[in-house]
Each structure stands twice: as C-alpha cells, then as structure tokens.
C-alpha cells in the first residue's frame, strides 16, 4: 500500500503569508495526486488534481507542484477563508490514499 | 449540476448494523466512481472504498476489506455503504464522493452521514 506524509501537521500563519505544504508519497505516483481543503464541519472540497492543474473555480492562489514521490501546495497569499485543514491524497492503479493533513491556523 | 445527497445521521447501538446511501444527481450515474470515506472524531480521511454503479466492481481500502459492504440501485441512482456489527469505534462521518475521471481524484462530494455507536 502507498503511504502519503504530510508535512508540517499544523502551520501558524498570517494573512498574506506565503504557505507551502509537502506531501510525500512512500512510492512512484506520477503526477496522480489531489489536493483538498476542508473547514471544519465541512466536506471537503477539491483545489487540485494531478498534481497541479487547479479545479474550476478554485483561487489561483493555489498552485500544486511536483511528480513522482514528492508534492507541494502552495498558498501564495494566505485569506481568512484558507485557514483551514489541508489534505494530499494519492490515486493510483485504483487504490486511494490520503496523507494525515495539514491544519494551517492563524498565528 | 452534480449533487449528492447523503442519508441524515444514525445513532446505533452496538452490534447493529446500518446502511448509508447516497443519491445522486445530474449526472449519469453509472458510468462514474463513487467512493466512501471515512472521517473519526478529530481525525484525518481515509478512504473506506470505490464502486462503479455500471458493473458494481468494487475495491476497498487495506482497513475496510470485509468490514463494510459497498452496493448501488441503478434505478434509484444511489449508492450504499452497510457496515455490519457496529461497533464504538465506526463512530465517524462518512463521506461519499465521485470520481469525475475514471479511477481518480473525488471532485464531488455529499455533505456527509454522522454515525454514532454508543450503548
């Protein structure tokens, strides 16, 4: 089974600040990775797929990067609508894995 | 527009058991994915398993292999989660979600099903 790490598992951050989150795959993924946001009590909801193409309607704020066995998002300006939890996860050969999550929470 | 509704939330007790469904909308159902996640208490997704409503293959996540049961109604465009023999520690939110591209990422996701095993 592939494993996904996240890394950090919690970030203290300000508005407008730069955010980046890492993601690692324990395996050769390509470029199958997803990218969620979820508020809490929420769904979640999808901001990235395939490692960096940005869902339709999602900020461009939120970039994706990275092939392979590492990934990263990046938060170009941090909103009050992005505090919030953070989660990778790994779709490959039809078996489905999530990384921990990230909280990114308000310094 | 794709919708999925998900089945209001349970209070069981232990050792019952308890099927979840999810109905979709505005979409061809059976030509799809749809997968379940589970979420604790406080904790992070994981992915309980996938199923296409065309042919019913299913595959489950390495936790849920012979604890849950995954099934659809064509004819009602809805899908089902059973977990049998509850227990304390099913207590969670359940997710359903669709996979808009074959086997992949979920794009669309129900508002999620709260279930709670307690005596």
């Known amino acids: 089974d592939i494993q996904m790490t996240q890394s950090p598992s919690t970030l203290s951050a300000s508005v407008g600040d730069r955010v980046t989150i890492t993601c690692r795959a324990s395996?050769?993924?390509?470029?199958?990775l997803a990218w969620y946001q979820q508020q809490p009590g929420k769904a979640p909801k999808l901001l990235i797929y395939?490692?960096?193409t940005l869902e339709s309607g999602v900020s461009s704020r939120f970039s994706g990067s990275g092939s392979g066995t590492e990934f990263t998002l990046t938060i170009s300006s941090l909103q009050p609508d992005d505090f919030a939890t953070y989660y990778c996860?790994?779709?490959?050969?039809?078996?489905?894995?999530f990384g921990q999550g990230t909280k990114v929470e308000i310094k | 527009e794709v919708q999925l509704v998900q089945s209001g939330a349970e209070i069981k007790k232990p050792g019952e058991s308890l099927k979840i469904s999810c109905k979709a909308s505005?979409?061809?159902?059976?030509?799809?994915?749809i997968g379940w996640v589970r979420q604790m208490p406080g904790k992070g997704l994981e992915w309980v398993g996938v199923?296409?409503?065309?042919?019913?293959?299913?595959r489950f996540g390495p936790s849920f292999q012979g604890q849950v049961t995954m099934s659809v109604d064509k004819s009602m465009n809805t899908a089902y989660l059973q977990l049998n023999s509850l227990k304390a520690s099913d207590t969670a939110k359940y997710f359903c979600?669709?996979?808009?591209?074959?086997?992949?990422?979920?794009?669309?996701w129900g508002q999620g099903t709260l279930v709670t095993v307690s005596s």
């Open positions: 395996q050769n993924i390509n470029s199958w």
């Open positions: 199923i296409y409503p065309g042919d019913s293959v299913s």
């Open positions: 996860q790994q779709y490959n050969d039809y078996s489905w894995t």
């Open positions: 979600a669709r996979c808009p591209m074959g086997g992949s990422y979920f794009g669309d």
């Open positions: 505005g979409y061809s159902f059976t030509t799809y994915w």
């Open positions: 395939k490692a960096s």
